[in-house]
């Protein structure tokens, strides 16, 4: 039986060893926290009484990967899915809606497009051409914005639509985003029919949905070693591989997966390159601010803030989770992506922001009393998407015959993910396998 040893327990760490496990490898996983999840984790909450996730993450029914994966682990229950899109959505004191017909193509959106109260009738006519664009293959080098502005859409339909979905979707505003790979993300979760689009949500926190995976690759027969560093990686031969860990015991194996960030590949093999040059995709943050009022504020489950700096996602945390009625308070988690311009701000300051947003849209929360709030951020919560960064995104994982890399900013076609997570470490294995990487870029069909 070939041996693996792949390093890192994030998302694509993990599905790496168990399609290596599936395949015929004896797999050991190690993983230098204590915990799985990678930069999908939980923790407890004294204040708030309650498990909170360092950060909200949001699924597509386009997520097919990260369906089939969790099926395979009998772990489908993690996952609620909303039978349609339906999203309302906040800005200029005005409610808008974003909504699937069941309708083929991009035409499921087309009712919510036409009636879009957030743009004038010039602009919703003009959203037309852009969506025409939209199926052919964009310039990795240009910006998301200078794009649309190409194809006729107005600065302010690019502020009340365009951003909000760019932003969510890529960690990144419109004028710095690559408009390859904004184009590629609209033409995955949105052009492709209402299914595609739906919107889907954790049952149950991060931490505990990692927690459950571990013991589902446990049960495969994968061994995971948690509160183990590693300290290098060395192929030997392009069949064999030494991984030396920090208290210096070796492990010898047949291959190597490197399921880590980009900027930390480099610390590991001998050979700086192409690592250097991966490490240039630098970081985007995002930040998660959490509102406990003392009642039900009765907001939406979900609703988009399109209203003062940027734009924010709001998630009604008790409701996503399936608390029981009748539970004391509301808690909030409010997303602010592409959060670069908030960095180095006091969190009392974002706090209050935001939760002056959330109480232009809902009334419930003027009359609410906010008794706790908490901002958690992360700093390197993605890749930073700017133009050029498909060029630099390895579509073949390989960086020796018995070593490969993993991990969501490889280039597997998707945004920074939980889906590009599990492509990649699918991805990986199959490199191991001996078959070919296969073409996951940006133009992709």
């Not at 099926?71 to 309302?88: K, N, Q, V």
């Not at 039900?296 to 709001?314: I, M, N, Q, Y």
């Not at 935001?354 to 929360?365: D, N, S, T």
Request: aromatic share 8%; glycine share 10%; hydrophobic share 50%.
């Amino acid at each position: 039986m070939r041996r693996a040893v792949v390093v890192g327990g994030g998302w694509a760490g993990l599905s790496a060893a168990w399609t290596l496990a599936h395949t015929g490898w004896a797999v050991v996983l190690l993983e230098r926290r204590p915990v799985l999840g990678g930069r999908a984790f939980s923790f407890w909450d004294p204040r708030a009484e309650r498990v909170l996730d360092n950060g909200q993450h949001v699924l597509l029914g386009a997520c097919t990967a990260v369906r089939s994966w969790l099926r395979s682990l009998g772990l489908d229950a993690a996952i609620r899915f909303e039978p349609r899109l339906d999203l309302p959505v906040f800005a200029d004191g005005f409610w808008g809606r974003l909504y699937s017909r069941p309708w083929p193509g991009g035409l499921h959106l087309l009712a919510a497009l036409a009636g879009y109260r957030l743009l004038t009738p010039r602009e919703r006519l003009a959203l037309g051409r852009a969506a025409r664009g939209l199926a052919r293959p964009a310039p990795d080098a240009m910006s998301f914005r200078t794009w649309l502005l190409d194809h006729g859409q107005s600065p302010h339909a690019i502020d009340r639509f365009w951003d909000l979905v760019v932003t969510a979707v890529l960690n990144c505003r419109a004028d710095e985003a690559s408009a390859a790979l904004a184009t590629q993300a609209f033409r995955l979760g949105l052009l492709r029919g209402a299914e595609p689009a739906r919107l889907g949500f954790f049952r149950w926190p991060l931490g505990q949905v990692a927690h459950r995976i571990g013991k589902a690759l446990e049960g495969a027969g994968i061994r995971i070693r948690l509160g183990t560093a590693v300290k290098a990686v060395r192929a030997v031969t392009p069949a064999s591989v030494q991984v030396l860990l920090d208290d210096g015991t070796e492990l010898h194996a047949d291959a190597a997966v490197l399921a880590v960030p980009p900027d930390r590949i480099g610390a590991l093999v001998e050979t700086a390159e192409p690592a250097k040059h991966w490490q240039s995709l630098g970081w985007s943050p995002i930040v998660n601010v959490y509102l406990l009022y003392d009642r039900p504020v009765d907001a939406p489950p979900v609703f988009a803030l399109a209203d003062g700096e940027g734009s924010a996602f709001v998630f009604d945390r008790d409701h996503l989770l399936g608390a029981p009625p009748g539970r004391d308070g509301s808690l909030l988690a409010v997303s602010l992506s592409a959060a670069r311009s908030w960095l180095g701000r006091p969190a009392a300051q974002l706090a209050v922001s935001v939760a002056e947003g959330v109480a232009r849209a809902i009334p419930a929360a003027q009359a609410a009393r906010l008794v706790y709030w908490r901002v958690v951020w992360q700093r390197r919560a993605t890749f930073w998407a700017r133009p050029g960064c498909e060029t630099i995104r390895p579509v073949d994982p390989r960086w020796h015959p018995s070593v490969v890399v993993a991990g969501d900013w490889t280039g597997t076609g998707w945004p920074a993910s939980l889906e590009s997570a599990v492509r990649s470490g699918q991805a990986a294995a199959a490199c191991l396998n001996g078959l070919p990487p296969g073409d996951h870029g940006p133009n992709a069909a």
